[in-house]
């Protein structure tokens, strides 16, 4: 499984981007997806995850009210709308699909995100 991200780059302050996340070829629907961020010189932290059936959504307390996780009724594509952008949220951002119970884990290469004016 290939997992590819894509839809970053660069968005003044208060803009926004969808970031998308994506298995070629494959559903995601059986995944549960999450979405990382790393900045230079920090720690990858959990940004937004998202089950398997869809039910159930969490967010970091930083991008709680501006960023929603989502999933597409194909099951192939997970997004991440992020709105009301702040330069602290500029970082390289991941996608993770994972089945915790069979031991399937896979990481995306990264979208880039700038937020700057």
């Known amino acids: 499984l290939q997992v590819v991200e894509s839809g970053g780059g660069l968005v003044q302050p208060g803009g926004s981007l969808r970031l998308s996340c994506a298995a070629p070829?494959?559903?995601?629907?059986?995944?549960?997806v999450g979405w990382f961020r790393q900045a230079p010189g920090k720690e990858r932290e959990r940004v937004s995850c998202?089950?398997?059936?869809?039910?159930?959504?969490r967010y970091a307390d930083s991008v709680k009210g501006r960023f929603t996780i989502s999933r597409d009724s194909a099951g192939t594509t997970v997004y991440l709308q992020m709105n009301s952008l702040k330069p602290e949220d500029t970082a390289v951002y991941y996608c993770?699909?994972?089945?915790?119970?069979?031991?399937?884990?896979?990481w995306g290469q990264g979208t880039q995100v700038t937020v700057s004016s």
């Open positions: 993770r699909a994972e089945i915790g119970s069979v031991g399937y884990d896979y």
């Open positions: 070829g494959f559903s995601l629907d059986y995944y549960g």
């Open positions: 998202i089950s398997s059936s869809g039910g159930s959504n």
